[in-house]
């Protein structure tokens, strides 16, 4: 049953993207460049749909469906055209006498090139592959998902880019262009570098943020270890061994988390001051794999349960012990098991703020989230906060970037050849 025309459709979504895009880019323009860009919506939607309509009417068909990549281009700079012509047609009044374009013209075209060069492609993958003429159903719920999807892509990117664009650009201020205008996060590339990083080099030198790295790395690459010594053979002894309560055990190893560890902290504090415990990196480090452990043992049993039984059966015939089977047969199959794990416990020793934040009073061994919380004084510039956030944030992005690799090949080592 056809229950669309897609010409109609593609007006609709070239409009929907202009709007968006219009949007987005023009308060991107504002944070970095400082001056005012006042989005046209209305001409941004029209000559969005000016563009749709030129790409569906246009000849990037192949079998009677759109495959024209070449031709959204076409249709995303016909967009930008018409854009600039009913800009000017409008708002006449904002070139000037001599004829020449004030700066803030040059921001909204420079906005308006990048808005139909990502809208084009946009309309071309929400309309590639259909049904030139009118759309089925089908076609169109499919069109429907494309265009939900990156209208999330788009609102999430936006949620998580922003905050860290603000902290990265505050970090790179000084006290007073902060406080003659708090709202201005544009960088002013005249001066130097290295006056845009003093307070990255203040927290290294003035502060010692040196060793708050230094400290949560040691604690959170030894809760990686010991949790990984505990939490593989306890997994693998839960998924393929039989001992009595074996189901009530696997059924109940997260029931720590459903105590809250403002509850735990308490009772730990008062048990570690009297061992002598607190205020020592070595408390963290028995604190911090045992609230780990649980939940790695728990992921690690789901992966072990999904392994060929048949391997393991077949090293131990071949004559290896039950330690040997685990190190040369079942930890190779789990290296993407054991790789998203310890990043996953990485972050969460990296992070954590409560235990640190009540065992520690030392700022000797502050580890980064202790010491990013120390910042955050009336007689510490925000600068310098926001730069000690940025620090605490990127070498978890990093590492989670470079650990995807491995993740990768992880997947691919453990396969099993039939």
């Known amino acids: 049953m056809r229950v669309g025309n897609t010409?109609?459709?593609?007006?609709?979504?070239?409009?929907?993207?202009?709007?968006?895009?219009?949007?987005?880019?023009s308060v991107l323009a504002m944070l970095i460049s400082g001056d005012t860009v006042v989005p046209d919506v209305g001409i941004s939607m029209l000559s969005g749909a000016g563009g749709g309509a030129v790409y569906v009417l246009g000849p990037g068909r192949v079998g009677g469906r759109y495959r024209g990549g070449y031709w959204a281009a076409t249709s995303?700079?016909?967009?930008?055209?018409?854009?600039?012509?009913?800009?000017?047609?409008?708002?006449?009044g904002s070139i000037s006498d001599n004829g020449s374009v004030n700066t803030s013209d040059n921001l909204v075209f420079l906005t308006a090139l990048v808005t139909f060069a990502v809208a084009s492609l946009s309309w071309h993958l929400c309309l590639d592959g259909m049904d030139s003429g009118s759309q089925a159903r089908y076609q169109l719920e499919v069109i429907l998902i494309r265009v939900l999807k990156g209208i999330g892509f788009v609102f999430f990117s936006v949620v998580v880019a922003l905050p860290f664009y603000i902290m990265v650009m505050t970090s790179l201020k000084s006290q007073q262009s902060l406080l003659s205008n708090p709202l201005d996060l544009s960088i002013d590339f005249s001066k130097p570098l290295a006056e845009h990083?003093?307070?990255?080099?203040?927290?290294?030198?003035?502060?010692?943020?040196?060793?708050?790295?230094?400290?949560?790395?040691v604690v959170s690459v030894a809760t990686v270890i010991i949790t990984l010594l505990f939490a593989i053979p306890g997994a693998y002894a839960v998924s393929r061994l039989r001992f009595?309560?074996?189901?009530?055990?696997?059924?109940?190893i997260l029931l720590i988390y459903m105590v809250p560890a403002i509850v735990l902290v308490i009772p730990l504090y008062t048990v570690f001051s009297q061992l002598g415990l607190r205020n020592t990196l070595l408390g963290l480090i028995i604190v911090?794999?045992?609230?780990?452990?649980?939940?790695?043992?728990?992921?690690f049993q789901g992966y072990f349960r999904g392994?060929?039984?048949?391997?393991?059966?077949?090293?131990?015939?071949?004559?290896?012990?039950?330690?040997?089977?685990?190190?040369?047969?079942?930890?190779?199959?789990?290296?993407?098991?054991?790789a998203s794990v310890s990043l996953y416990i990485f972050?969460?020793?990296?992070?954590?703020f409560l235990f640190a934040f009540m065992f520690l009073d030392d700022p000797a061994i502050f580890?980064?989230?202790?010491?990013?919380?120390?910042?955050?004084?009336?007689?510490?510039?925000?600068?310098?906060?926001?730069?000690?956030?940025?620090?605490?944030?990127?070498p978890v992005l990093v590492l989670f970037l470079w650990f995807e690799k491995f993740l990768v090949a992880g997947l691919t080592a453990g396969s099993v050849k039939g």
């Open 76 to 92: 995303g700079a016909v967009a930008l055209i018409a854009y600039v012509v009913l800009y000017y047609w409008v708002r006449s």
């Open 307 to 338: 392994l060929p039984y048949e391997l393991e059966e077949a090293g131990l015939m071949d004559g290896l012990s039950r330690i040997g089977t685990i190190l040369k047969i079942t930890l190779p199959l789990s290296l993407p098991a054991i």
């Open 244 to 252: 009595p309560g074996k189901n009530v055990l696997s059924k109940s």
């Open 347 to 352: 972050m969460i020793a990296w992070n954590e």
């Open 7 to 25: 010409f109609f459709i593609a007006l609709a979504i070239g409009a929907l993207w202009g709007l968006i895009y219009i949007v987005v880019f």
């Open 288 to 299: 911090y794999p045992a609230t780990t452990i649980p939940v790695a043992v728990y992921m």
């Open 367 to 394: 580890t980064l989230s202790r010491g990013v919380q120390s910042l955050n004084s009336s007689e510490i510039p925000r600068q310098h906060l926001m730069a000690g956030a940025v620090i605490a944030t990127v």
């Open 197 to 217: 990083l003093r307070s990255y080099k203040e927290l290294f030198t003035k502060y010692q943020f040196g060793y708050f790295l230094l400290n949560s790395a």
